[in-house]
């Protein structure tokens, strides 16, 4: 079992920067892969940004390219996404998912971003 906590949400206005937060307890942290998704108002959940296991390899979605950047810190049991450059299009509620190569995924509450002058 892995339980995961979100932080780091708020308003921020177009342009800002915002930096999320996902705090892990529980499992073996360091062997499973993290996601960082986000549901937007009347829209599907989809998925932002991965990070591998050692956080040798990242992918993002293009939305997101170039603005937005995954990382962790294995000893301290977390992931981020550091956010620039916010866009009312970003407005979401962003989730992290821990994910293994047995397919066990875990996901936290949620953390919601709210991009709005």
């Known amino acids: 079992q892995v339980q995961l906590v979100e932080s780091g949400g708020g308003l921020v206005q177009p342009g800002g920067s915002l930096r999320l937060s996902c705090a892990a307890s529980?499992?073996?942290?360091?062997?499973?892969?993290m996601s960082w998704y986000r549901q937007g108002p009347g829209k599907e959940r989809e998925l932002v940004a991965t990070?591998?296991?050692?956080?040798?390899?990242?992918n993002y979605a293009d939305s997101v390219k170039g603005r937005f950047t995954i990382s962790r810190d294995n000893a301290k049991r977390t992931v981020y996404l550091q956010m620039n450059n916010l866009k009312p299009g970003d407005t979401a509620v962003y989730y992290c998912?821990?994910?293994?190569?047995?397919?066990?995924?875990?996901w936290g509450q949620g953390t919601q971003v709210t991009v709005s002058s």
């Open positions: 529980g499992a073996t942290f360091s062997s499973y892969a």
């Open positions: 998912k821990a994910g293994n190569v047995y397919g066990l995924n875990y």
């Open positions: 990070i591998t296991s050692a956080g040798s390899r990242t």
